[in-house]
């Protein structure tokens, strides 16, 4: 385990960024509360076998005492790294993501199952949405309740979304609470 490089760095922050604007200095800053000393430190980004964790300074520090080779992994991985250099997130960062999140959608009761098997959503089962989305952003998707469920990238704006029809797609799916049943061999 080690910190991310500085091109890691920026491809991690820019990804979590789509995600959360501004609010990603509270992700960065946030103190831990994990560990036996007075003073545990901050959470940090580690990178073990192409894969991204958010771990506490104080387990990390605990963690130089296992062979590279023996640890599978520490913390709670937030994305990982393709093979040809691109960051993608996965549903593990989704509590990272649904705390900071500056764009959210909430769907119908009707449209929820639809969406955790892996489907876009569309107008028809939108709840609510957010203002000031424009097409592209990084957009969270919770339930009516406000249970996150997922999260993907927004296909229209805002405005947009209010005059389109019902089976027109407001969200595109990346990723989905069902992924720990779909995928289970590969988390």
């Known amino acids: 385990m080690r910190p991310l490089d500085e091109n890691e760095m920026q491809a991690v922050f820019d990804k979590l960024f789509k995600f959360t604007g501004s609010n990603l200095k509270n992700i960065i800053e946030n103190p831990s509360q994990e560990g036996p000393e007075q003073n545990p430190g901050r959470y940090c980004f580690r990178f073990h076998k192409n894969r991204v964790y958010y771990v506490s ?7 130089t005492n296992i062979a590279r080779a ?6 709670t991985c937030i994305g990982k790294f393709t093979h040809g250099g691109n960051f993608h997130l996965t ?3 989704l509590n ?3 705390t900071n999140a500056k764009h959210r959608v909430w769907l119908k009761p009707t449209s929820e199952m639809s969406f955790l098997y892996g489907n876009h959503v ?4 939108l709840g609510r949405i957010t203002d000031s989305i424009k097409a592209n952003d990084g957009v969270v998707v919770f339930s009516m309740s406000d249970v996150p469920l997922g999260f993907g990238t927004a296909a229209k704006s805002t405005q947009d979304c209010r005059k389109l029809d019902p ?21």
């Open 122 to 125: 569309l107008k028809g089962g």
């Open 70 to 75: 023996n640890l599978a992994s520490l913390g």
């Open 167 to 187: 089976n027109g797609i407001v969200v595109y799916h990346q990723a989905d609470i069902g992924e720990y049943l779909r995928t289970e061999d590969e988390l």
């Open 57 to 63: 300074e104080s387990l990390v520090k605990r963690a």
């Open 91 to 93: 549903i593990q960062g």
């Open 96 to 98: 990272l993501l649904a």
